[in-house]
C-alpha cells in the first residue's frame, strides 16, 4: 500500500527559506515520479514542481523557478523541497504526490497518491 507523508511545514519569513519532505512508502527506489503542489485558501490547486523517478530531470512552475529546488534520496524513499527567498504568496498547503512512472510531470491528473499537506505560511 502507498503511502505519502508531508513534513517540515510551519511560519517563516518573507526571504527566509524552508524545506519540506515527501517520505513515500509502498514503491521501490526510483520507480516512481513525484510532483509538488500547493493550494491557497480561494484558490485552485497548482503544480510547483516535479522530479523523475531518477532524480535527473526536473520542472518547476514560472514563479518558483530559481527560488525553490526539488530534490529525492532513493535511499531513503524521500522527495525534498527547498524554498528560498520566500514570499507571501507561498503561503499555501503544500501536497506532494505520487505516480507509478518515472517521468517528471506537473499535471495532476497523473498522479494516483497524495499526501495530507503541511501548511507553510510566510508573514512577517
Known amino acids: 500500500q502507498v503511502h505519502l507523508v508531508e513534513s517540515g511545514g510551519g511560519s517563516v519569513q518573507p526571504g527566509g527559506s524552508l524545506r519540506i519532505s515527501c517520505v513515500v512508502s509502498?514503491?521501490?527506489?526510483?520507480?516512481?515520479?513525484v510532483g509538488w503542489f500547493r493550494q491557497a485558501p480561494g484558490k485552485e490547486r497548482e503544480a510547483i514542481s516535479s522530479?523523475?523517478?531518477?532524480?535527473?530531470?526536473?520542472n518547476y512552475a514560472d514563479d518558483v523557478r530559481g527560488r525553490f529546488t526539488i530534490s529525492r534520496d532513493n535511499d531513503a524513499n524521500t522527495v525534498y523541497l527547498q524554498m528560498s527567498s520566500m514570499k507571501s504568496e507561498d503561503t499555501a498547503v503544500y501536497y506532494c504526490a505520487a505516480g507509478q512512472f518515472t517521468l517528471a510531470t506537473m499535471n495532476p491528473d497523473m498522479y494516483d497518491y497524495w499526501g495530507q499537506g503541511t501548511q507553510v505560511t510566510v508573514s512577517s
Open positions: 522530479i523523475s523517478g531518477d532524480g535527473d530531470t526536473t
Open positions: 509502498g514503491f521501490t527506489r526510483d520507480s516512481y515520479a
